[in-house]
């Protein structure tokens, strides 16, 4: 069985924490097991997954991927968290279950060059996945689909956007979040049994993610020298993906500018030769 003091001591939980998500050690441990158990099967979904919908990356509209599946430690660490913030909404989580509850155990993420790309990726998704508002999941246990077969969008796509971005995003199809922190896309997807969560993002953002997360999130949140200079790179990663959509509308611009000037040459040479 995992080390109850050592697990706490390796995610930074405090004593405190750990009471306040009132959840016998002993199935938490449980789950741990269970779900190192079926690890490698869950690793061979995600695989399915990217082989059938993101292989061919022009397709899906994307420039590249990547997958995993989620660290036990790392759920367990979520599992007392998510108890702490909303324990009415995961009172009755436990070992049998609780792969309805994470939707992040096969995880998956899309990147893209520019943030104005995100659409080609939203409309391929939503195509080759049912989108039923009426499927979306309300109750964790009471909605949950037992049927491997069926697969489908269960929660509504979401956007969170920085604040002061520019309209890009259209909320008649997907809900937009503002909190000033990131950009990232979310959709939830169940297939094969489980749920699928993909993130989409910049490049850019991307790198700020992995830095951010590597060193702040989520147990050196509070540490305010950390969190201003994850705040400062931020802003960079932002900057960088305005300059990279300035920069093609640059592209964009000239040539169509190189066109015009083409055909005028085209005009004038047609109507020098109609002269002769």
């Known amino acids: 069985m995992i080390d109850r003091d050592g697990f706490l001591k390796s995610y930074n939980i405090e004593q405190e924490d750990f009471e306040a998500a009132d959840m016998p050690w002993?199935?938490?441990a449980a789950i741990y097991e269970d779900y190192q158990a079926i690890e490698g099967k869950l690793r061979n979904i995600g695989k399915d997954f990217v082989y059938d919908y993101l292989y061919d990356i022009e397709r899906a509209g994307?420039?590249?991927?990547?997958?995993?599946?989620?660290?036990?430690?790392?759920?367990?660490?979520k599992i007392i968290r998510k108890r702490v913030e909303h324990f009415e909404r995961f009172k009755d989580i436990n070992r049998t279950?609780?792969?309805?509850?994470?939707?992040?155990?096969?995880?998956?993420r899309v990147f893209f060059l520019y943030r104005e790309d995100w659409i080609h990726f939203h409309n391929y998704i939503t195509s080759v996945f049912e989108n039923d508002p009426g499927l979306y999941v309300k109750d964790r246990i009471l909605d949950f689909d037992g049927d491997p077969k069926h697969y489908y969008i269960a929660e509504r796509p979401k956007v969170y956007r920085r604040n002061g971005d520019s309209r890009i995003y259209d909320e008649d199809l997907i809900e937009i979040r503002s909190d000033g922190i990131y950009r990232s896309l979310?959709?939830?997807?169940?297939?094969?049994?489980?749920?699928?969560?993909?993130?989409?993002?910049?490049?850019?953002?991307?790198?700020?993610?992995?830095?951010?997360?590597d060193i702040v999130y989520p147990y050196f949140k509070d540490d305010e020298m950390l969190k201003d200079f994850s705040t400062l790179l931020n802003r960079l990663s932002g900057m960088a993906d305005e300059m990279s959509s300035y920069f093609r509308r640059m592209k964009g611009t000239k040539e169509a500018w190189e066109r015009k000037i083409e055909e005028a040459e085209a005009r004038e040479d047609l109507s020098g030769k109609t002269n002769d």
Request: hydrophobic share 25%; net charge negative; proline share 2%.
């Open 186 to 213: 979310h959709y939830i997807i169940k297939y094969k049994g489980y749920y699928v969560e993909i993130q989409g993002r910049t490049l850019f953002e991307e790198g700020w993610s992995e830095i951010d997360h």
């Open 62 to 77: 994307i420039h590249s991927y990547r997958y995993r599946t989620k660290d036990p430690g790392h759920l367990l660490e």
């Open 26 to 28: 002993e199935e938490l």
């Open 97 to 108: 279950n609780y792969h309805k509850y994470m939707t992040d155990l096969i995880g998956i």
